[in-house]
């Protein structure tokens, strides 16, 4: 499949403006990620609690931060999700303001109960006080419990109906969706009425780390890209030569720190699946680069009457096509998962569709020029023409 029957575009014409505008990407990304925002390290990194929370009713952030500042937990990380103004990602610290508890990941549970008690209204605390329970937090075992006493053949059927309604739902909002959408008896709902209350908000899910796994996976995460680049440079220095080998950690580098500096621009975090994704556009990068000088070292021994910056641009042009099915290809189904994935593998999906256009980009423009650059200044002759 050919995109381009025969194209003859002059890219290593514009090898000096691609080379300021990396320059500049990565410029200002490198002084944002030392004198600006920095790197904004997500729970897996940092430690701490991150909590998906739902309201009942909608809750403007700016209440929201007032609350937990009263609490004193005025630097949690408050994410709206949507804009119905009813769900949010709250992030904890490693640990409350003025507490002694920074090693113990009990103090990360700790700080997931203050930041749901913060955010209850004054019903529902009297409501705590009076012996009932919140059955929009409740879990099953607890659900369970609360029922057998009264129904012990179906306590357990009763819990999960309200446990998966709650899922499907998100929220209970009045006890008669049970008996009318949960098929729960009356009975049954009664008893729920007068043991249980409707909170204002329900957990969708909670996720906690404590401060020294956090700084661990950290420095495995940076050890791992280390690695990674150090044997691809091993892979791509036998496999072709040394010189090539240079130039394409030379060009994964850029990708990274473009990447980086993209992140660090948009406050985005850094987590696990972002490192999953910056390795991947490294594998993807270099896949592109090595089809490049495989088709440029295939040159070198049929354009001999060429120079060097005519066999590169040969080169590029005869891998175009395959080089934007691929990319094209890939960009459609990262693109996707950006806009339908959900929240979970958003910044995945943000972190290999960047990483799709860099690793393109700098496949043409970077590795291709850098390549010529090394040819002109040490001036290789017949080695390089292997």
Known sequence: MQIFKNPKFNFMRYKFIAFTLSGIIIFVGIINLTVGKGINYGIDFAGGTLLRIMFKDEIPISK???????????????QEIGSS?????????????????EKDIEAHEILGTEVIEALRGKEEKSAVDRGQKDLNSMGTDELFLLLRPSFSEQAEEIAQKIISFRISKGIIHDFAQLEENAGISNDAVKLLREKTFLGNLTVLSKETVGPQVGHDLRRKATQATIWALIGLLIYVGIRFKFSYGVVAIITLAHDVLITAGLFSLTTREINLP???????????????????????????????????????????????SRTIITSGTTFLTVFALFLFGGEPINDFAFTMMIGVIIGTYSSIYQSSSLLFFWHKIFKPKKGMRK
Do not use: C, M, P, W
């Not at 103004?85 to 507490?99: D, F, H, V, W």
């Not at 910056?278 to 088709?295: A, E, H, K, P, Q």
């Open 274 to 320: 972002v490192i999953a994704g910056v390795l991947t556009i490294v594998g993807y990068s270099l896949n592109d680069t090595i089809v490049i000088f495989d088709r440029i070292r295939d040159n070198l021994k049929i354009l001999r009457k060429h120079t060097f910056e005519d066999i590169i641009n040969q080169s590029i042009n005869q891998t175009l």
């Open 85 to 101: 103004q009813k769900e949010y990602i709250i992030r904890t610290l490693s640990a409350l303001e003025g507490a002694e508890y």
């Open 64 to 78: 929201i931060r007032q609350s937990l500042r009263d609490r004193g937990l005025g630097k949690s990380r408050i």
